[in-house]
């Protein structure tokens, strides 16, 4: 896994319009049967090469969700990062992620509530340059202030 910024926290107070932070991350094979082990989604399209080779995705996939969780890391752990509350996400699959796909998350800061910590992000996984989900988070943003 490698990130564009250290883990930390940006508060309302540092936000500014445009911020991007990003994670670089190959899902493994391990990784699909570790998150099928959590959340109990043992659906044969990510779990069996036989099986998912003869649907639309002529081969085994992540999990969407899988996927989404990525943009949860990034806000999580790099913006804002630490202390967010997280109140809200759209997501639109677009592709498939594969075992050994190297996905980049971006989130990006496209509105800001100053007055009530009200953050909204746009949220975008890719595959070698193309789209794979994408979607709009709004956040509550750590302080800086004591409330």
Known sequence: MLDNMPRGTITIEEMEMGMVRSLLKVVTDE????FAQVSTDYNPV???????????????IAHGMLTAGLISAVIGEQLPGHGTVYMGQTLKFLAPVRPGDQVLTEVEVIGIDYAK?????????MVDGKK???????VLAPTGKFD
């Open 117 to 125: 910590r009200r953050v909204q992000l746009s949220t975008r996984c």
């Open 46 to 60: 990510h779990m069996d090469d036989d099986y998912a080779r003869d649907t639309i995705f002529e081969g085994r």
């Open 132 to 138: 794979v989900l994408v979607g709009e988070a709004t």
């Open 31 to 34: 990784d699909i049967e570790m």
